[in-house]
């Protein structure tokens, strides 16, 4: 329900009468949690395509121009470079022919941000936290003004649905070195650790092999505990297609990992909103800053107790699209200037970081009981 009020505030927009809010409230209170949902992901789809259109506008030469090839980075420095999910695998990039890259304007990170922020009203920027704590770091900033409801963030990175729970780097303690993870509530996690800060030019992410990875921790058992061991042993050396796909790496809205908890006293400003990207849309899928590790076909999983069991398929209910699963995050206020903040909800079951101040404890414990 509140995902529906935000969007519906953002497409009144500023110059709504108060009477069309009280409307649109009252008929997201008598739709179904089925039409809500669906109005939230075509809300978020018409805004993601805007700002791709944006980019479009912004780094795609003359019409005669785009779709004139260039030769992929990754093709003429195969032998020397590895792409960034290599690095985060721990594993060289086979060698595949990669499909050519279309010619883009030669413009830098920051001048594509610029422009960006010149046509959408805000871009995204990373410099010291405010939070007043040793371990904020580094924070993220908007720059510029956004309305309730805009998506002002995506997170970037490789999809890992539970099928591949035991590909991520560092399984099964996962989270031990990486604090750049987030978990979709279908048990989806994308990892932004291969992210970073982006790069200055678009290429391809592409298949790679998976390299053995040893278990941090080895435990003794019979039985059940067999059987946990066996579930929580990393799998080996096996091809995982990442789908070759061109991904712009200059995209200014692939920061929402650097996102930090609001401290006592603060409240939070965006909320995490999944996106379900139809991989149909071919114009905009430079600019969707995630690749799916391992088989599509598997990123749709069932849990049973502690396990998770592949159902049905990874395509739009009703239809036979495919989709990526994403997440963005939602300005919950009008935003000017100022660093975002998104509430982490971390489970209450666990010691949490001391620098964690739950938001809503009553919540927490709702979501983790």
């Given amino acids: 329900m509140r995902n529906c009020e935000y969007y519906s505030y953002n497409r009144l927009g500023k110059n709504a009468e108060e009477a ?16 809500q949902e669906k109005l ?3 809300n978020v789809h018409s805004q993601i ?3 791709c259109m944006s980019l479009d506008e912004i780094l795609l030469p003359d019409k005669e121009k785009r779709n004139k090839p260039i030769k992929s980075p990754q093709q003429s420095n195969a032998a020397s470079r ?30 594509v941000s610029q422009r960006t922020k010149d046509l ?28 309730v409801g805009s998506v002002i963030a995506i997170y970037p990175g490789a999809i890992y649905s539970p099928a591949y ?14 604090p750049y993870l987030i978990t979709r509530y279908d048990g989806t996690v994308i990892n932004a650790q291969p992210w ?105 999983m069932k849990r049973l107790g502690s396990f998770w069991f592949k159902y049905g398929s990874s395509k739009i209910p009703g239809s036979d699209i495919p989709f990526l699963k994403t997440l963005v995050f939602v300005a919950t206020r009008a935003l000017s200037d ?19 101040t739950p938001v809503d404890e009553e919540e927490d414990k709702r979501r983790w009981s």
């Fill in 40 to 42: 939230v992901q075509e």
């Fill in 196 to 300: 970073g800060l982006g790069d200055e030019t678009r290429g391809v992410w592409d298949t790679v092999t998976v390299s053995k990875i040893r278990p941090n921790a080895q435990r003794d058992g019979q039985g059940s505990d067999k059987f946990w061991r066996f579930l929580s042993k990393p799998l080996e050396g096996k091809q995982v297609d990442y789908g070759g796909y061109i991904i712009e790496r200059r995209n200014p809205l692939a920061l929402a990992q650097y996102a930090n908890h609001p401290a006592k006293g603060m409240t939070p400003n965006v909320m995490v909103c999944p996106y379900d990207f139809p991989l149909t849309e071919k114009e905009m899928r430079a600019y969707i800053p995630n690749v799916v590790f391992g088989n599509l076909d598997e990123t749709n």
């Fill in 338 to 356: 100022e660093e975002v903040l998104l509430n982490y909800r971390l489970s209450n079951l666990k010691r949490r970081p001391e620098w964690y």
């Fill in 120 to 147: 959408i009203g805000y871009t995204l920027d990373i410099k010291p936290s405010q939070i007043p704590h040793k371990e904020a770091g580094q924070g993220l900033f908007l720059d510029g003004e956004a309305d």
């Fill in 82 to 111: 590895r792409s960034g999910l290599s690095l985060a695998v721990g594993s060289t990039s086979s060698q595949t022919t990669h499909p050519d890259v279309p010619e883009t304007r030669p413009l830098k990170r920051a001048e």
């Fill in 165 to 178: 729970y035991r590909y991520i780097p560092g399984y099964p303690r996962v989270d031990a070195q990486n």
């Fill in 49 to 51: 395509k805007n700002f």
């Fill in 20 to 35: 069309d809010v009280d409307e649109i409230i009252d008929m997201a209170t008598k739709a179904s949690i089925a039409d």
